[in-house]
């Protein structure tokens, strides 16, 4: 195996500029991949998307995992083994199939993790084969079970609700089919910023969007005679019910030890990570803090982009905060796959977008608050995701810029040893 091309590791600016007319192609792309059906192991409606997408670029190809994962990699990029990955899961939280009690009633289950508060009543759909359309369906009551203490409890690992029928559909019910909660169509609402898609499923089909967009125009750049490492894209499968395609590819090494995985996510906005902000450098989640090394190259490459770093330092002034934003941020409300990557023995870090209607919970604060009802009149209804379209370009350029020049940074102790070299004569002052 050849080792990857050597870094440049400068403090110069990354010189690259999307066109205005592949900024439209990754934005038709978002519209389009974030509105299939897709759940846990349901899938395959993205996979083809992916597929299709492929037939047009040759310089691209695909290689599969046992479990249903598979990665894209540049064809004339150099095997190596210290590949740059960039990750994103393909499932959203959405509903199967599990029984067909009669011409109307059902059951369903709810692979993901959403508040129990937003499903009586809710609406859905039952997704027939390709072409066949779907079915409307209302929840009914969750099925519990009752434990060994005598006391009821919900159906593991996944809940399930009783479903009704709200028309006779124009397919045979199966099974397994996937269901998905009743959306409208994905719409963008011009703002101040530039706009923000409203969407199904933006966690985490946003982020497959971007990963295909940077892989694009890298490949673009590599035909036009820019130097591209050994860039590859990780799709994985399952991630909503706790990582298992993430988990399947790090136990079987389906990536070589010595790569670097760059993790893509939608993370929940938050006052202080907010929606058009910019991409954010993720330096860990509730369950772990991820490998510092590279979260410093990542922002590094951000920092080269924008001219500056996500806040001004106490040295600087406000005005000096770049025009191209980006943000660094700990995102602990939820976990992702960095950490599976890094319980694994990986390198590994995340990007993410900061995202509305967190896994289409509307109204989330005040039905985690129990004031939703007094709030807004109601209960908890499911609503389209959203993200900035500035945040999502910023992550394909921030992705791009990672592709062209990710920094081997020095680790922490080289630059303490730095500063202790240029600085220990303070110590010997007479005064």
């Excluded at 399952?238 to 995985?261: H, L, N, Q, T, Y």
């Excluded at 890094?342 to 005040?366: D, F, I, K, R, S």
């Excluded at 999502?392 to 810029?401: H, S």
Aim: glycine share 10%; net charge negative.
């Amino acid at each position: 195996m050849s080792t990857p091309a050597p870094t440049k590791n400068t403090n110069e600016p990354i010189k690259h500029t999307t066109s205005p007319a592949s900024r439209q192609a990754h934005q038709q792309w978002l519209l389009e991949i974030t509105q299939l059906p897709t759940g846990t192991g349901k899938e395959g409606r993205v996979t083809a998307w992916i597929d299709r997408w492929l037939e047009d670029r040759p310089q691209i190809t695909k290689h599969n995992d046992p479990h249903g994962n598979f990665e894209l990699r540049l064809r004339e990029s150099a095997e190596s083994e210290h590949p740059i990955y960039f990750t994103a899961h393909l499932d959203h939280p959405g509903f199967a199939l599990d029984e067909i009690r009669s011409d109307t009633e059902l059951v369903v289950s709810f692979r993901g993790g959403v508040m129990s508060n937003y499903f009586p009543g809710a609406k859905i759909r039952i997704h027939g084969n390709d072409g066949d359309g779907f079915a409307m369906a209302t929840i009914g009551d969750e099925i519990k079970t009752t434990n060994s203490e005598g006391a009821e409890e919900s159906i593991k690992p996944f809940k399930q609700y009783t479903c009704t029928l709200d028309q006779t559909p124009n397919f045979d019910l199966a099974t397994g089919m996937l269901g998905t909660w009743d959306l409208p169509d994905a719409r963008i609402v011009d703002d101040e910023f530039g706009g923000v898609i409203h969407t199904n499923a933006c966690d985490d089909l946003a982020a497959v969007a971007a990963a295909l967009g940077a892989l694009d125009e890298l490949a673009n750049l590599q035909a036009a005679g820019t130097p591209i490492g050994d860039i590859r894209v990780l799709f994985t499968l399952a991630e909503e019910v706790g990582f298992i395609g993430a988990i399947g590819a790090s136990r079987d090494g389906f990536m070589p030890k010595g790569s670097r995985i760059i993790a893509l996510e939608n993370s929940r906005a938050f006052t202080d990570s907010p929606i058009h902000g910019g991409p954010i450098v993720r330096v860990g989640d509730r369950i772990s803090i991820f490998s510092p090394e590279l979260t410093g190259a990542v922002a590094k490459v951000a920092e080269r982009i924008a001219g500056g770093p996500a806040t001004p330092t106490a040295s600087q002034k406000n005005s000096s905060q770049p025009s191209w934003k980006w943000q660094r941020k700990l995102m602990a409300g939820g976990a992702c796959e960095a950490s599976v990557y890094c319980a694994y023995g990986y390198t590994a870090t995340c990007v993410c977008l900061p995202l509305g209607n967190y896994h289409n919970m509307a109204g989330l604060g005040e039905a985690q608050a129990g004031t939703h009802e007094k709030d807004f009149g109601g209960p908890p209804r499911v609503g389209c995701e959203f993200v900035g379209l500035d945040d999502y370009a910023g992550m394909i350029d921030l992705l791009i810029g990672c592709g062209i020049d990710l920094p081997s940074s020095p680790g922490f102790v080289e630059r303490i040893e730095k500063l202790w070299t240029d600085t220990k004569f303070v110590l010997k002052s007479d005064a």
